[in-house]
């Protein structure tokens, strides 16, 4: 008597990030461009995890000279740790003289705790904790002493310190001097395989005509969420989605450039939420994406319609519970889930995808 041998099963990519179907249908699917991120493929001053960290030099220096301020720093942080313990200087080194006057500024406080320092939509963002409240000189100058390392921040290249525009670059805000975005472009051009070059020219069609045409193609789209689903969205709830058919070049519409940026697994989550949102002709969603292993759906009503309380607080509760759910819920497959920290990140997943990710190894 003979056995047949187990075909051998297609794993799945980083959560979130792949289709589910393909561990069934057993075919290639293509990295994203998050993923591309993590990979290193571009260069924009982010480390091969995807995010941007500034040299361990740099970080040593600043936190040697001003060791109050960053007295937060650990070197074995936990995922209870405050989000300076855990990310450290999460900037480019572009930024160091800056975050270094700004240290000197803000050392003038001794109970003054830097909890988080970071780019956030291209600027310096720093967010710390004091205690006790100081005197309102003290608080005055360091209000403005952050405003001004911000300022300062909007003109300065992150890799290199040179003066840059600050501008959106494939739907991310970025401060960039004209040689790094030349370098930027030129790395893409000869690291990028041609089927994400195919794809990045996609960004200049809208979100519904990208879905159309990858989901006819077969191929992958750089949204997280599948074609098949972004389409089902799209055409169900037109008037919902209405910035899906708003040209992406609009910095303004970050829906058009973003499109549904969550995984298969909470498509029907999003999908009962849709239903719920579009009774109000007069909302639309500006943003749908994950956060911190929850969903997040940010919307906007109409400019000259009056305000209602109570079908705002129906919305809001709505959002709420969908947010609630996703936590529960593996954002890859959509079987139920654990939300917690792995490889730096808040994701949810169950055992099966989350040994998936484990066997390949994290990006």
């Known amino acids: 008597m003979t056995t047949k041998q187990a075909p051998r099963k297609k794993k799945l990519r980083s959560a979130g990030f ?9 075919i290639p699917t293509p990295p994203t461009l998050r993923e591309c991120l993590g990979r290193g493929f571009f260069s924009s001053g982010i480390s091969p995890h995807g995010h941007r960290e500034m040299t361990v030099a740099h970080s040593m220096q600043l936190i040697e000279r001003y060791p109050s301020l960053y007295r937060l720093a650990c070197a074995s942080p936990v995922p209870s740790s405050p989000p300076f313990a855990r990310e450290g200087f999460a900037c480019g080194d572009g930024w160091f003289e800056i975050v270094d006057r700004l240290s000197a500024k803000l050392s003038a406080d001794p109970n003054l705790v830097v909890s988080q320092l970071k780019e956030k939509l291209g600027l310096l963002r720093v967010y710390f904790e004091l205690s006790p409240l100081p005197p309102d000189e003290i608080e005055e100058s360091t209000d403005a002493a952050l405003a001004e390392a911000v300022a300062e ?43 994400v070059r195919r794809l990045l020219g996609l960004r200049k069609k809208t979100v519904f005509d990208r879905s ?18 972004a389409l089902a969205l799209l055409e169900k709830y037109p008037v919902l989605y209405r910035e899906a058919w708003v040209a992406p070049t609009n910095p303004a519409s970050r829906f058009a450039c973003g499109g549904f940026e969550i995984g298969d697994g909470w498509f029907h989550i999003l999908d009962r939420l849709s239903a719920k949102l579009a009774k109000d002709t007069a909302l639309h969603v500006v943003q749908v994406k994950e956060k911190y292993g929850r969903l997040k759906v940010y919307w906007e009503g109409e400019e000259n319609a009056p305000p209602d309380p109570r079908l705002d607080a129906e919305i809001e509760v709505a959002i709420r519970e969908a947010a609630d ?37 994290k990006p």
């Open 18 to 26: 792949s289709n589910p179907n393909a561990i069934k249908l057993d």
């Open 153 to 195: 921040s909007r003109i300065t290249c992150e890799r290199c310190g040179k003066p840059g525009e600050h501008a959106q670059r494939e739907g991310h805000w970025s401060v960039k001097c004209e040689a790094c975005a030349a370098e930027e472009a030129r790395r893409k051009k000869v690291l990028l395989p041609s089927w």
């Open 212 to 229: 159309k045409l990858l989901a006819a193609s077969g191929e992958r789209s750089w949204l997280d969420l599948s074609p098949e689903h």
């Open 325 to 361: 759910e996703s936590e529960r819920t593996c954002e890859v497959c959509g079987q139920p889930g654990i939300s917690d920290w792995r490889h730096r990140w808040v994701s949810v997943r169950c055992e099966p995808c989350l040994q998936i990710e484990n066997e390949k190894g």
